[in-house]
């Protein structure tokens, strides 16, 4: 007898740990078990699209785990805000190739979860590639890097 869905996450920290437990696996099955069943959430990979629905964000997941590449996950400096029917996690996700020794890439990742009847779901995924830390130039002064908000 399958497991109601509303037993699979009472905490946004357990929908959290599933979340990154499937991206590691690439498990298409465990990571939308994850995300609430709703037209209005909102998934950004790093240098991608904004994508609305959940149909749209499950075939981004499909298009990336189709891909091959298992990635080792690791998040580190989280904040945390809370509330009794939300969750925001902001990490920074330290990505790697499984095998040892490989480079890790640095991403900037917002999660949002919401208490549904159904559990705790996640309703948006923000993540951003971290900007390469530079040098300072000995001579003259680099130019403050641009952001748009």
Do not use: K
Request: hydrophobic share 45%; proline share 6%; glycine share 4%.
């Amino acid at each position: 007898m399958p497991r109601s869905r509303s037993r699979l996450f009472p905490s946004a920290d357990d929908a959290e740990t599933a979340f990154y437990e499937a991206f590691e696996r690439g498990d298409i099955a465990a990571m939308m078990a994850v995300w609430a069943e709703a037209d209005d959430v909102v998934c950004i990979h790093p240098n991608g699209p904004r994508l609305v629905g959940f149909e749209a964000v499950r075939e981004s997941w499909v298009r990336i785990f189709a891909g091959g590449a298992r990635l080792r996950v690791r998040t580190v400096e989280g904040r945390d805000f809370n509330s009794q029917t939300l969750a925001v996690r902001s990490v920074i996700e330290l990505l790697a190739a499984p095998e040892e020794n490989a480079p890790v890439t640095q991403v900037f990742a917002t999660n949002v979860y919401e208490l549904t009847e159904n559990g705790w779901r996640m309703v948006a995924h923000h993540a951003t590639t971290a900007p390469a830390a530079e040098a300072p130039e000995e001579e003259e002064e680099a130019d403050a890097p641009h952001t748009l908000h």
